[in-house]
């Protein structure tokens, strides 16, 4: 390609709307342009990556046994509400209303029609196993989108669904994709590590996540510094240590003025956090949640929201919180309030914190005033207890014991144990030998294309610009001609050494056009391309061509007639 003719301007300056640097190197590169928030247009350079990127996803798909398909992305929204996912996807879901007065989901995901797929052309378990993937777009309507193509509203996903027969298939299948995606995220130059993680609205037993490591990331990792296990801090556990243990107090009322925080009340009353209840109110759908954590702790809402099986999970609002005769500030379990839970609509759940140590203070649900020594299961009895609580940085590994530290990290990829659920849900059975229908046990395994173009960059740049490594490279060369002259030897050198590195299959950026060095220099770092090939008078002078590569600071001449055989051993390199 002749950057002459190439669509596409780079820029000097930063967007303003930019606030990672993978966004505005993308923007500054003309790989991406804006349309709408969360909405992009690939450049043709952009492209080119995206599709070598994608090459290496189909060769570790093909050779994981997947079978490449093509899903339709307008779907009857009957099939979203039969497998009982519209509600857990919410806002989040895109519906179109056609001339016909029927409703479609534009798919973010497609579960539901790969597995009604599978339905119509699966019968027997002879039929199995059976993996097929895509590489489509899908569509989520993101309330917050950002930081380029990290997260968006549109974009392209690899997704592959695993069907078999036992659970033993499925746990294969698993294996094999976290393989793959190994291979996947090497081959693209890109650092990962692999957490538990949550399944979300996909649903599903076990899942884990893909990291790439990187302070932009907006999720935090939990890694622990002796096993290096790792988890999503929406999945992390960890060992809670007892409070204070010593035998049980009668329960005392004291006068706490104006002191509503933790931290306000325990002070006054000369107490550890950790020998204190919480209070935390939430609205979960239509339901009152009341929360007790120990106070040394906070709740971590996506936990709860599996807890308590919400599509929605909200704070509660001071007014919601007296409207159930409850204090805020306050607040306590016991008494009245636990007493008649059931019939003010209230549901208790109890971290597994509380049951942790003995004479806790608690709210009195009384204006300035607390309890002391309240203990679990004399004073109350939570409806539902289960670890909702934050694990933080220096909390310890239940695998070993060690300390957590915090990392951020981009999610590049998902996988999934989604069992039946799916299929029961859809009617995709088989028959086992004896002529009995089962539902098929299912898996998925997702990679957001653009963001793993975008991750990448973000582990490969310095202040110049992309470092593409060479496996994604958009062109593998970038030949810099520095003449005006139309007709000297260094333009003709120039185009000859083109020509031959295009017959020898290698892609090149060939800069031809008419700007100063410095500029086609800068544009050469901007790009990222692995390769530079400098051809003017004065390197000819030098006895040939300058070779410098993207990650080196040094350069050296080398033979024109040597030029292709050159990079070929350079690639293979």
């Known amino acids: 390609m002749r950057m002459s003719k190439m669509f596409g301007r780079t820029t000097k ?3 303003a709307d930019a606030d990672v640097v993978s966004h505005q190197l993308m923007i500054r590169g003309a790989y991406i342009t804006q349309l709408s928030a969360g909405i992009y247009s690939y450049l043709p350079i952009a492209w080119k990556t995206i599709n070598n990127i994608c090459a290496i996803i189909r060769d570790e798909m093909d050779k994981a046994g997947g079978q490449e398909v093509h899903l339709p992305a307008l779907q009857p929204v009957e099939l979203w509400q039969k497998s009982e996912r519209e509600a857990p996807f919410g806002d989040n879901l895109f519906h179109l209303v056609d001339r016909k007065d029927h409703t479609f989901v534009i798919a973010p995901t497609h579960e539901e029609a790969v597995t009604d797929l599978v339905a119509q052309h699966v019968q027997s378990y002879r039929d199995l196993p059976l993996r097929l993937y895509q590489i489509q777009t899908k569509f989520r309507d993101e309330p917050r989108p950002r930081a380029g193509l990290i997260r968006v509203r549109e974009f392209d996903m690899k997704d592959l669904y695993s069907f078999d027969s036992t659970q033993e298939g499925l746990d294969a299948a698993y294996n094999d994709m976290v393989r793959a995606y190994k291979n996947i995220y090497s081959r693209c130059g890109l650092s990962t590590i692999l957490i538990d993680a949550d399944s979300g609205a996909i649903g599903g037993k076990d899942s884990q996540e ?48 104006g002191m509503k925080t933790i ?31 120990r106070g040394d702790l906070d709740v971590n ?43 003010r609509g209230i549901t208790i759940v109890a971290d597994d914190s509380v049951d942790l140590g003995t004479n806790f203070v608690a709210g009195a649900n009384e204006e300035g005033y607390h309890y002391k020594n309240v203990n679990y299961r004399r004073d109350f009895v939570a409806d539902i207890m289960a670890d909702v609580a934050n694990v933080r940085e220096g909390d310890r590994c239940p695998k070993c014991n060690g300390t957590y530290m915090v990392k951020h990290g981009m999610e590049v990829g998902h ?4 069992g039946t659920k799916i299929a029961e849900k859809i009617g995709a059975n088989f028959t ?49 001609l520095l003449s ?37 220099f800068s544009d050469a770092d901007l790009l990222g391309i692995p390769f530079r090939l400098t051809v003017s008078q004065r390197s000819l002078h030098n ?27 350079k690639l293979a390199d």
């Open 13 to 15: 300056e930063n967007p």
């Open 210 to 257: 893909f990291m790439a490591v990187t302070e932009i990331g907006e999720d935090e990792i939990l890694v622990c510094t002796s096993c290096l296990y790792a988890a999503n801090v929406e999945k992390a556990v960890c060992i809670k240590d007892r409070a204070a243990d010593e035998p049980e107090k009668e329960m005392e009322k004291v006068a706490t003025p």
């Open 263 to 293: 931290e306000e009340v325990c002070n006054f009353l000369g107490a550890d956090p950790r020998n204190s209840y919480k209070a935390v109110f939430y609205m979960a759908d239509d339901r009152f949640i009341y929360v007790v954590i």
């Open 301 to 343: 809402e996506t936990k709860l929201q599996k807890v308590v099986k919400c599509n929605n999970l909200r704070m509660a609002t001071d007014e919601e919180v007296r409207a159930k005769g409850i204090v805020p500030g306050y607040a306590s379990p016991i008494g009245d309030v636990y007493h008649e839970h059931e019939k």
């Open 415 to 418: 996988v999934f144990k989604l």
């Open 432 to 480: 086992d030998k004896d002529g009995v229908a089962h539902p098929i046990i299912m898996g998925c395994y997702g990679i957001g294309v653009g963001r793993l173009m975008a991750a990448i960059i973000e582990q490969n740049h310095d202040d110049k610009g992309i470092i593409w490594p060479v496996s994604v490279a958009p062109y593998k060369v970038y030949l810099c």
């Open 484 to 520: 005006k002259d139309e007709n000297d030897e260094a333009r003709e050198t120039a185009d000859r050494v083109y020509a031959n590195l295009i017959n020898a299959g290698i892609d090149v950026l060939y800069d031809d056009r008419n700007e100063m060095p410095g500029v086609k």
């Open 543 to 569: 006895g040939g061509i300058e070779f410098k590569a993207r990650n080196s600071d040094s350069s050296e001449i080398i033979a024109v007639v040597n030029a292709v055989s050159y990079i070929q051993k």
